[in-house]
Nanobody, 115 residues
Framework: QVQLVESGGGLVQAGGSLRLSCVVSGSMFIINAMGWYRQAPGKQRELVARITSGGSTNYADSVKGRFTISRDNARDTVYLQMNSLKPEDTAVYYC?????????WGQGTQVTVSS
């Protein structure tokens, strides 16, 4: 059974940093593309960052230069380092894994940025 478990969310002041982690089990992590999405209240879920199995990355324009996605294949873990956080980054952040044509999601972790 594939499981994605996120951690690292919390409350932080504007300008602060957080690092989210997502541990994957039950899958061949190393061959899968991984991503972070977020959903703010009343808004659609949106892509934040993605990393391929080869390490190529892409980011939403709103987070470029502030967020960094990375992966540790030895630990089956993907990270999202978030710096210079803004109140508009407040959302539930979800880990996503693409295995072939199948998508898997974590349960989400809340990130709240106060002004």
């Amino acid at each position: 059974q594939v499981q994605l478990v996120e951690s690292g969310g919390g409350l932080v002041q504007a300008g602060g940093s957080l690092r989210l982690s997502c541990v994957v089990s039950g899958s061949m992590f190393i061959i899968n593309a991984m991503g972070w999405y977020r959903q703010a209240p009343g808004k659609q879920r949106e892509l934040v960052a993605r990393i391929t199995s080869g390490g190529s990355t892409n980011y939403a324009d709103s987070v470029k230069g502030r967020f960094t996605i990375s992966r540790d294949n030895a630990r089956d873990t993907v990270y999202l380092q978030m710096n210079s956080l803004k109140p508009e980054d407040t959302a539930v952040y979800y880990c996503n894994m693409l295995q072939g044509a199948i998508e898997y999601w974590g349960q989400g972790t809340q990130v709240t940025v106060s002004s």
